[in-house]
């Protein structure tokens, strides 16, 4: 296929980046069984992602893909806030904690110059984006290097605008997919489709090369994805099980128990809408809550309550992200994953 030749890899298969489920291990593996590994480079800072990238450095010489967010931080709203920690008011004092105490701050960076020059050291093949594109500077310094710039589209519109923005290849997010949707023109729910619908909406509305995202599991969901059009599909789930993932304990057994087939979006645990097994928290609260702060805010309230909860053994406070199909969650290596999801390729 065209995309993966200009990429250099050998299956047009790619691993999703999964901030707070993976870092070098999982990236490094999929690169080298012939996929296009990804390092989420959202929840780290330039020294620990400078870390990150020298492991992959190390141990491969295969493309990677570095993930980045591109939001705007938000200013804190006084009142949203009172608003927040007054509905969660009850859950602490069930643990004996103190809303007071809870820390301000946020612990998702957008992509920043400080991030730009650390690639720039590295020079990783393909670097994308959630929530839209950097600034043109920041965009021009990537592309400087001859990285391959991929973005999210939940929306034809967003694809048409990433297209118009200086995107080279499209992620076509269906509602499926697991995680935070990529949504960026519009925060209206209703707008999100799956993958079957988008993908070839997307495919005849723009010029770039399309990469279906969003319920793929097996050799058949890539062999369909493949066949409305896609260059290339990215898988997430299905490899949060495997031994090079980070992913907690308690997160891998609901992916891997009945819990998985019940899952929601949700704005409770950063402030933005992310596809997540149903918890206690999505179920008392109701999953979209307008009390939420603005992403990535919500986060500083939830984790004093997920470490507690965790500490229980307990993952009702915590983000169990996962898509609508866990169904290849399995404990093995990540190269079997990867092989089992390339017998769609009939080849």
Sequence with gaps: MKLTRQLGIDLPIFQAPMAGA?????????????????LPGAMLSPEALAAELAVIRDRTARPINVNFFCHTPPEPDAVRQAHWHQALSPYYAEFGLDIEAVPAGAGRRPFDSEACEVLEAVRPEVVSFHFGLPAPALLERVKAWGAMVLSSATTVEEARWLEAHGADAVIAQGLEAGGHRGMFLSEELSTQVGTLALLPQIKAAVGLPVIAAGGIANARGVAAALALGADAVQVGTAFLCCPEATTSAIHRRALMSEAARHTALTNLYSGRPARGIVTRLMRELGPISAQAPDFPLATAAIGPLRAAAEARGSGDFSPLWAGQNASGCREVPAAEVLAELAGGLGR
């Design 22 to 38: 993976q870092g070098a291990d999982l990236a490094v593996a999929v690169s080298e069984a012939g996929g296009l590994g990804a």
